[in-house]
């Protein structure tokens, strides 16, 4: 991890966008992806659009409930959708609806989340093992997290102190990052 990095002045509440924010976020990484080369499946865009679309940070089961409904809800529809298409073969109807109710294994998710970290899309808050979207996505810097144990709210800063202590530890001490997570847990503006 190096100490050139994106220094932003403020706070981000990760959880705060909108469903605009979500397609735009969602299309800039599937572009970020389709120019390094790297494989954003379609497993992939729906674990970040859900990691998106969360009002609190969330855990691989809780996307592994989510998308077992998700599949679930999509296997209805196409029930709903065979039963008026009378141009359907039977197998046909028969291998979709198999696919669409197919179980998440816990495996792919956590791989996808792997991928998310990685590409700087997402962030993993350890101390409550939850993900959290990224203000700054595939831009490198380093955060803290201030997270409210009352309410769950989630806030981003990547502020100049932030960044002044990875470069004593990288400058000062000679510890090469690798990773780095910085979180604060008590009560937010809002809950205090």
Do not use: W
């Amino acid at each position: 991890m190096s100490t050139t990095s994106l220094i932003c002045e403020h706070l981000h509440d990760v959880q705060d966008l909108t469903p605009r924010d979500v397609t735009e976020r969602l299309a800039a990484a599937k572009e970020h992806c389709h120019l390094s080369g790297a494989r954003f499946t379609p497993l992939r865009q729906q674990i970040y659009q859900l990691v998106l679309e969360a009002d609190q940070p969330v855990g691989a089961y809780d996307l592994i409930t989510q998308l077992q409904q998700v599949r679930l809800s999509t296997s209805d529809d196409s029930d709903t959708l065979a039963a008026s298409d009378s141009q359907k073969q039977p197998s046909e109807t028969k291998t979709a609806k198999k696919r669409a109710s197919k179980n998440v294994a816990p495996p792919t998710v956590y791989r996808s989340l792997e991928f998310l970290l990685s590409e700087g899309l997402i962030h993993q808050l350890t101390s409550i093992n939850a993900y959290v979207p990224c203000c700054h996505p595939r831009a490198q810097h380093t955060a803290a997290f201030l997270i409210c144990d009352q309410c769950q709210r989630v806030q981003e800063c990547s502020s100049l102190p932030v960044q002044e202590m990875m470069s004593f530890a990288e400058q000062d001490v000679g510890f090469v990052v690798k990773r780095s997570v910085i979180e604060l847990s008590g009560r937010c503006q809002v809950c205090q």
